[in-house]
């Protein structure tokens, strides 16, 4: 499977840079969900890895 959250995979997606909404940091890369469900906000990477490694 290619890498969906590098390159030009990425930045197919909209917005995919912004501040995340949990820790407040801008411009990180907002490429994993912050849940499984149809409204889930998209987070950076730090935020997912702890949300989901406890
Ligand atoms: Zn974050």
Known sequence: ???Q????A???QK???GTCP???????KLAWPEKSGRDARM??????A???RP
């Open 22 to 28: 949990l820790c407040g940091r801008p411009r990180v």
């Open 15 to 17: 917005n995919w840079r």
């Open 10 to 12: 990425l930045k197919l």
């Open 1 to 3: 499977m290619a890498k």
């Open 50 to 52: 702890r949300a989901h």
């Open 43 to 48: 987070i950076c990477k730090a935020c997912y």
């Open 5 to 8: 959250k590098r390159g030009k």
